[in-house]
């Protein structure tokens, strides 16, 4: 079992930065695969950022390539997600995800076992 508690949502204006934390706990040496979801009011969740942790392998959604960064503290198995230039289209709840088994892609929902609570972000313009 893994255990994710994210941090550090909130309000932030059009073209400005936030850092989110992701503190993993449990069976973390198990653990595979992480990544970054978000989901918007009326919308599917979809993929922010997901990597392989052992290799680094990563892979970015397009929406957010360039202005957002996936940061891995490993001795701590905490990792970030470095928001910059943000617009009113990242608003959402933002989830960190993680799993012990390899896939063969990093981008799809149902591949990834434990779920963090989420955290908001509202980007204001």
Same mark, same amino acid.
Request: hydrophobic share 35%; proline share 2%; glycine share 10%.
């Given at each position: #079992?893994? %255990? ?8 932030? %204006? ?10 993993? !706990? ?12 978000? #989901? ?14 052992? !290799?680094?392998?990563?892979? $970015? =959604? ?19 997600? %470095?928001?910059? @230039?943000?617009?009113?289209? @990242?608003?959402?709840? $933002?989830?960190? =995800? =993680? @799993?012990?088994?390899?896939? =063969?892609?990093? $981008?799809?929902? @149902? ?5 963090? #609570?989420?955290? #908001? ?5």
């Amino acid at each position: #079992q893994v %255990q994710l508690v994210e941090s550090g949502g909130g309000l932030v %204006q059009v073209g400005g930065s936030l850092r989110l934390c992701c503190v993993a !706990s449990g069976d973390t040496f198990r653990i595979e695969r992480m990544a970054w979801f978000r #989901q918007a009011p009326g919308k599917e969740r979809e993929l922010v950022v997901g990597i392989r942790w052992k !290799s680094a392998g990563h892979h $970015y =959604a397009d929406s957010v390539k360039g202005r957002f960064v996936f940061i891995r503290e490993r001795a701590k198995s905490t990792v970030h997600l %470095q928001m910059n @230039d943000l617009k009113p289209e @990242d608003t959402a709840a $933002y989830y960190c =995800a =993680a @799993d012990p088994r390899y896939a =063969a892609t990093l $981008y799809k929902e @149902d591949d990834y076992a434990y779920w963090g #609570q989420g955290t #908001q972000v509202t980007v204001s313009s």
